[in-house]
């Protein structure tokens, strides 16, 4: 089975500007930006993943990377990610892959989020519909030893301290956490997803509070997006309906309702983690928009028909 999750193409910061425009006409807490923010730790699937997934199973070949990176750039992209973008904006250089064991350098933080990963712990159904095993609940342990393992070799003056490749034990609480999972979820379980998204949110919401005991308290939560505009849902269902714009309607509607659910169950934490700041953003909206909108964002060599397949 191919991998449901992808990524942007090479006019992907629109995204960004769009999602920017959202999250600030919300009535989300906003978070503190700029020096504040000396690192950023990541969790999700392959809209976030900087080379985990290359580093643990094997290396993506051209041509990702090829727009931006001019080379394989350890991203099931062909350019940069929104983690990217968001690193950039907080002016901290891009996201070393936790597993990466090569090039990472974790002083501004690390990245565990792994393609094709999934809230729910993978079991054998999961593995066999091709989800990786590094779940949610798995790169929550690798955070925790992570961060552990820092806190010991700072304790004990280890060299790698003195070679500034590591966070500062205090840079935890005042680091940036971002989230975006949940449509490999939705993807694996099709239809009978409605079922699971109570349990679903109930997973997620659990792993907020397990870092938040971890001294997390700056949360960016990513609503998940439009999974009936992709090239992979339309390939696989092409005989369901679709709207206006060409997107499947039944996916759509299942990722609306995940997203109201997850938009909920944020407003209930803010209330119970007074001392954090929860900001839910809405790329469902910006991708929506992108994709319905794409004639007003092509450049002269771009040519849009709406969600294709052979996009």
């Known amino acids: 089975m191919s991998r449901p999750d992808i ?97 990472a350098n974790f002083k501004h933080g690390a990245n565990f989020a792994v393609s094709g990963t999934t809230i729910m712990p993978v079991n054998d159904e999961l593995y066999g519909y091709g989800v990786t095993p590094l779940s949610l609940n798995i790169q929550l342990l690798q ?30 609480s005042r680091a940036l956490y971002t989230f975006d999972i949940g449509q490999n979820d939705l993807n694996v379980a099709g239809d009978q997803a409605y079922k699971s998204l109570p349990d679903l949110i109930d997973r997620f919401s659990l792993s907020i509070e397990q870092l938040h005991e971890l ?53 209930l934490l803010r209330t119970k983690l007074e001392d954090s700041s929860l900001v839910y953003a809405d790329i469902y909206s910006a991708k929506y928009s992108l994709i319905r909108d794409a004639k007003l964002y092509a450049g002269p060599s771009l040519t849009f028909r709406g969600p294709v397949r052979d996009s």
Request: with cysteine; hydrophobic share 40%; charged share 20%.
């Open 143 to 172: 955070f925790q030893q992570f961060k552990q393992r820092v806190t010991e070799l700072y304790n004990r003056d280890e060299i790698l301290i003195l070679l500034n490749r590591l966070p500062k034990p205090e840079d935890f």
């Open 215 to 267: 001294g997390a308290r700056n949360f960016l939560i990513f609503n998940t997006g439009p999974l009936g505009c992709l090239p992979h849902s339309l390939e696989m269902y092409p005989s369901k309906a679709k709207d206006e714009i060409g997107c499947l309607k039944s996916l759509n509607k299942m990722a609306q309702v995940f997203n109201q659910l997850l938009k909920a169950k944020i407003s």
């Open 7 to 103: 990524c942007g193409l090479r006019y992907f910061f629109l995204i960004l500007a769009l999602l920017v425009a959202n999250i600030n006409n919300s009535n989300a807490i906003l978070l503190p930006l700029g020096n504040q923010i000396p690192a950023i730790f990541s969790f999700g699937d392959s809209n976030s993943d900087t080379g985990s997934c290359s580093a643990a199973f094997a290396r993506f070949p051209y041509p990702n990377g090829i727009t931006f990176f001019g080379n394989s750039s350890k991203r099931v992209c062909d350019g940069r990610l929104i983690i990217d973008f968001i690193a950039e904006k907080l002016s901290l250089p891009y996201l070393s892959a936790y597993l990466d064991a090569v090039e």
